[in-house]
T-cell receptor
């Protein structure tokens, strides 16, 4: 099965700075790599995803990069804002349906 | 409508009780999921239904019994739970063939006393 490691477990950045979270996975057959954001007491929500035939994807202040050879993908948030404070999970997909969640990164944006 | 709904929002039950959690979606998704999330931990997959048939059971104890009565509904029947089963239970749905994201419901906060 898929082994997923996510780093760092906590990250604190100044408002306006950038944040980067990295996820490594073990299953070379994985082909779908989403990032979820979960605010306290709320549901996980997809913020960006990437498929294995693409190396990078951007959506405004958020980007994801994928290195299939090294089996890792990263979440990049630029110009961070207080509302970016949350727990972020990577969740590479094993097979057609099973998401395997990383342990999460608690991101705190300091004003 | 891109919403998955779950009821109840909160549930407190004793170890001898029988209760059910309900999940509903109207996005035409034919894959539905149950996850368990303990505090400060990631969601853990429990069950997957694909075209109303159980396709994945992650070795979940039999005191949890899933049911998918139709393509829009997913239930989780609970019986003889333990205090360590207290958690947030999340439902999700997606297209069944790995196309598109999984949409999560708001969850049911379960406390077993």
């Amino acid at each position: 099965g898929e082994n997923v490691e996510q780093h760092p477990s906590t990250l604190s950045v100044q408002e306006g700075d950038s944040a980067v979270i990295k996820c490594t996975y073990s299953d070379s057959a994985s082909n779908y790599f989403p990032w979820y954001k979960q605010e306290l007491g709320k549901r996980p929500q997809l913020i960006i995803d990437i498929r294995s035939n693409v190396g990078e994807k951007k959506d405004q202040r958020i980007a994801v990069t994928l290195n299939k050879t090294a089996k890792h993908f990263s979440l990049h948030i630029t110009e961070t804002q207080p509302e970016d404070s949350a727990v972020y999970f990577c969740a590479p997909r094993e097979g057609a349906q099973k998401l395997v969640f990383g342990q999460g990164t608690r991101l705190t944006i300091n004003p | 409508d891109t919403e998955v709904t779950q009821t109840p929002k909160h549930l407190v039950m004793g170890m001898t009780n029988k209760k059910s959690l309900k999940c509903e979606q109207h996005m035409g998704h034919r894959a539905m999921y149950w996850y368990k999330q303990k505090a400060k931990k990631p969601p853990e997959l429990m069950f997957v239904y694909s075209y109303e048939k159980l396709s994945i059971n992650e070795s979940v104890p039999s005191r949890f019994s899933p049911e998918c009565p139709n393509s829009s509904l997913l239930n989780l029947h609970l019986h003889a739970l333990q205090p360590e089963d207290s958690a947030l239970y999340l439902c999700a749905s997606s297209h069944p063939r790995g196309v598109g994201e999984q949409y999560f419901g708001p969850g049911t906060r379960l406390t077993v006393t």
